[in-house]
């Protein structure tokens, strides 16, 4: 058995380059993107007008000019108008192209127009609501990085510069496999000594908002099918996230099972509370990592973000940090192991506070509902109300 630190670190040291492929620019959202993206022309492109108003040139303005006779109107989207006679003015609406001649926008709330002629009605700087070009980004400059998600924000970016299409990072193939011959099917009316499954379901929605859509599978605890459909999932996916099968129980065979199909146990059991009997290895033949969660439904959940969600971030680049919470109570007689803790989280006077829930084990679906997150509690140390303490947020 091994401590959490160490169970982490080798979890750590077997990320997986899944490499890049090109996908369309809405499909990206949520992907990781996998090259830089630089400015493929000035940003703006041209001085571009930002209030709807007169343009006028501002040598007018400072020789006392107050009344404009208006040459043309030019809308968004008009290609680059003129101003002939430098004591007139355009009308011009917002986005559009200053006019040659011209270096002031004047709002059409500082003029009144009448009989074509605009007739300033207060003072008015010289020189404004101009977006000049390339004053956000210049053309060749790094506009996005890559190892960054993508969300709404760099959709817009992205098609700014035109990129229909968008060099993401690979997402691995990866296959939830339940086992136990008491699981039925969500429909399903239970007997009473069965459940309805709940664990994978829950992996496969955490699953869905990394943008991976996983294989479900359900094994029933029959040794040699149990190995063909392991080793068939294994032969069709870079990941194998199993839950239950891995306590000491007399139809718990996945671990024999795993040797058998030579996939390299690089640890089975850890010093942490839930998920004591976690197995983890790797098959190197096929290039399999393999995630072996316990069944209990608090054990899974908290040790997939624990472990699982890690190793995604950093086989993906993803840059992560490690978030904190005061704690809200104390917490006395930590035991021997790393214990998460489900909490409720809340800002208040400007911090980020954790109330402890009460749980009733690694099987209180209820408790797990209601949680945002797990405190990470090192072994053998109190803690004070206060204290600033690990958090992983579900």
Not at 96 to 118: F, R, T
Not at 341 to 352: C, D, I, R
């Amino acid at each position: 058995m091994i401590s959490h630190p160490e169970a982490l670190e080798k979890v750590l040291a077997t990320i997986t380059n899944f490499g890049t492929e090109k996908v369309a620019l809405l499909e990206s959202v949520n992907r990781i993107l996998a090259e830089d993206i630089f400015a493929d022309r000035d940003f703006p492109p041209f001085d571009r007008v930002t209030k709807d108003g007169i343009a006028v040139n501002s040598e007018a303005l400072e020789q006392g000019k107050t009344s404009f006779k208006i040459e043309a109107v030019y809308a968004a989207g008009s290609p680059q108008g003129i101003l002939n006679d430098p004591e007139n003015c355009v009308e011009i609406m917002t986005g559009a192209m200053l006019p040659k001649n011209c270096d002031s926008v004047i709002m059409y709330e500082d003029v009144e127009i009448e009989n074509g002629i605009a007739t300033l009605q207060t003072e008015v700087k010289a020189k404004i609501n101009i977006h000049r070009q390339g004053s956000d980004r210049q053309s060749g400059e790094k506009i996005l990085s890559k190892n960054q998600r993508i969300s709404a924000k760099e959709i817009g970016v992205l098609a700014t510069v035109g990129k229909a299409e968008v060099l993401v990072k690979k997402l691995p193939k990866i296959a939830i496999i339940s086992t136990g011959d008491e699981l039925v099917d969500v429909a399903e009316t239970p007997l009473p000594h069965q459940i309805r499954t709940s664990n994978t379901l829950s992996l496969f929605a955490a699953l869905e908002k990394e943008k991976i859509t996983p294989t479900l599978l359900h094994i029933r605890d029959e040794k040699e099918v149990m190995l063909q459909q392991v080793e068939n999932a294994m032969n069709n996916h870079d990941v194998l996230l199993l839950s239950g099968g891995v306590s000491k129980g007399k139809f718990d065979y996945l671990p024999e099972i795993l040797e058998e199909l030579k996939v390299e146990k690089l640890f089975h059991r850890v010093f942490q509370r839930p998920g004591k009997p976690l197995w983890f290895g790797k098959q190197q033949e096929n290039n399999v990592t393999v995630f072996s969660f316990p069944g209990n439904p608090n054990s899974t959940f908290v040790n997939f973000h624990i472990y699982f969600k890690r190793w995604l971030a950093a086989s993906l680049e993803i840059k992560t940090s490690t978030s904190e919470v005061i704690l809200k109570t104390d917490i006395a007689n930590n035991p021997k192991i790393t214990r998460y803790l489900l909490v409720k989280t809340k800002a208040e006077n400007g911090q980020f506070q954790a109330k402890l829930l009460n749980e009733n084990g690694s099987g209180d679906l209820i408790s797990l509902a209601n949680a945002d997150g797990v405190i990470v509690l090192p072994p053998e140390k109190d803690f004070k109300q206060g204290d600033v303490i690990e958090f992983v947020e579900f």
